[in-house]
């Protein structure tokens, strides 16, 4: 079965494999770019080990390592979480941002886009990102302002805090709005 669905599937997995290779030869290991990656584009309420794990799919004690290393290499500082003692919260430092903008991923999406000739990759890619979402029972990570519990209050009495989060019932600003979450629902 050489269809076109499997050939594409073979260059998909083909230049992710390279791209990994490219993020090798730097100072982080492909699971580091991952987590700071996940990191940079997750809410407040998402960046936790144990949210970071699953996004992933990838243990505990192996994102742990990864976090251990990332600190060590200053690109994170991890503080006790205000709204769970018996975990912490996640912040990207100055120098895991800097490292960001250096991302072996930047050239990779510079290359679709200079190879795309107006199709919209992105709604094909989305279509499959949701089909394997549905297949392995994955949570979807999705934008927050796109979840079933987000809520636009436009409330001026919340200072910087224009939404609403209807799980979690706390405020959120517009910015939070357009981050990832490890609770989004469709």
């Not at 669905?5 to 993020?23: C, F, G, P, S």
């Not at 996004?55 to 205000?82: D, H, N």
């Not at 959120?172 to 981050?179: F, G, I, V």
Request: positive net charge; glycine residues 4%; aromatic residues 4%.
């Amino acid at each position: 079965m050489n269809t076109d669905a499997h050939k594409a599937a073979d260059l998909i997995e083909r230049i992710a494999r390279l791209m990994q290779a490219e993020e090798q030869k730097g100072q982080l290991n492909p699971a580091q770019w991952e987590a700071l990656r996940y990191l940079a584009k997750a809410n407040r309420f998402s960046r936790t080990p144990a949210a970071l794990a699953e996004y992933l799919g990838s243990t505990r004690g192996t994102v742990s390592q990864t976090l251990i290393s990332l600190e060590k290499k200053e690109c994170i500082k991890r503080t006790p979480s205000a709204r769970d003692k018996r975990s912490v919260d996640i912040a990207l430092t100055p120098l895991g941002q800097q490292h960001l903008t250096n991302d072996p991923r930047q050239k990779l999406a510079s290359c679709i886009e200079a190879t795309r000739n107006g199709l919209s990759l992105q709604e094909a890619l989305s279509h499959v990102l949701n089909e394997a979402i549905l297949r392995n029972n994955a949570k979807s990570f999705g934008i927050c302002a796109s979840c079933r519990f987000f809520l636009r209050t436009d409330n001026p009495e919340h200072a910087g805090a224009s939404h609403r989060c209807g799980l979690l019932n706390v405020p959120l600003s517009d910015k939070d709005a357009e981050k990832i979450c490890a609770e989004h629902e469709k």
